[in-house]
């Protein structure tokens, strides 16, 4: 069984928006690629027909995985979103109680992540672990560099 996404309206759109690409422009690409380098003699000796052939099954498996996503994607209503908890498309103000720095996330599934704007995944260790907190509360998480302890300071949309 697929399992249910949850994502922005802008998010789900730019999924749909790659998926066409792939499907109009990219699969003919992709088949015009292996027509080529077919016409360029025996098959069992050309490796630029079995990298075309290899190229076009990723794609047909990068397919087949964004219609899975969208086919189970869920659009989140803003407007219905409980501010009394972090939960995906939540702004979360957090302060690192060891050097008192302030970093402000937006918890969006993974393939909406991007640290540089300030979104991270519902899935990555901080996202994990702010989900269903509450503004006061402390959360440890485990990062690469060892364990750190973060104190919820705001939670908006």
Excluded at 55 to 62: D, F, P, S
Excluded at 105 to 120: M, S
């Amino acid at each position: 069984m697929a399992q249910i996404g949850y994502y922005t309206e802008e998010g789900l759109q730019k999924m749909k928006d790659e998926l066409q690409q792939l499907r109009t422009i990219e699969r003919k690409a992709a088949t015009q690629a292996i027509v080529e380098a077919r016409d360029k003699g025996d098959l069992s000796e050309n490796a630029e027909y079995d990298a075309a052939r290899e190229a076009q099954a990723l794609l047909e498996l990068r397919i087949a995985k964004l219609e899975d996503v969208i086919a189970n994607a869920r659009i989140v209503d803003e407007t219905q979103l409980d501010l009394s908890k972090v939960s995906i498309l939540t702004t979360v103000k957090i302060k690192n109680t060891t050097n008192g720095t302030s970093m402000k996330y937006t918890l969006v599934a993974e393939n909406e992540a991007d640290l540089k704007i300030g979104k991270i995944s519902v899935d990555s260790p901080i996202g994990k672990a702010l989900l269903g907190k509450k503004v006061g509360e402390k959360v440890d998480v485990q990062i690469p560099v060892g364990k750190v302890t973060f104190e919820i300071s705001e939670i908006t949309i």
